[in-house]
C-alpha cells in the first residue's frame, strides 16, 4: 500500500529505457491517484492529494 502525499520511487533495472519508465510511471498514477512530478535515472517522485490534509497546514493541499 501506498502512503503519504510524496512518494519516492525506485525502479528496477529493467525499467532504464525511458519509454519502459514512462510507462511503469503512468502506470503507478493510474494505480494510485498520484500525478508524476519528476523522473531522474530510475527514481520517480509521485505527488498523490491527501483528502484529510488541513488546508491551513498543508501547503500541498492548496496547489493541488
Do not use: Y
Not at 494510485?32 to 490534509?53: E, H, T, Y
Amino acid at each position: 500500500a501506498l502512503h503519504g502525499p510524496l512518494m519516492r520511487v525506485r525502479a528496477g533495472e529493467a525499467v532504464l529505457a525511458e519509454d519502459v519508465r514512462a510507462a511503469v510511471a503512468e502506470a503507478l498514477c493510474e494505480a494510485s491517484g498520484a500525478r508524476l512530478v519528476q523522473s531522474i535515472g530510475n527514481i520517480l517522485l509521485l505527488l498523490r492529494k491527501n483528502p484529510d490534509a488541513d488546508p491551513r497546514l498543508s501547503n500541498l493541499q492548496r496547489t493541488l
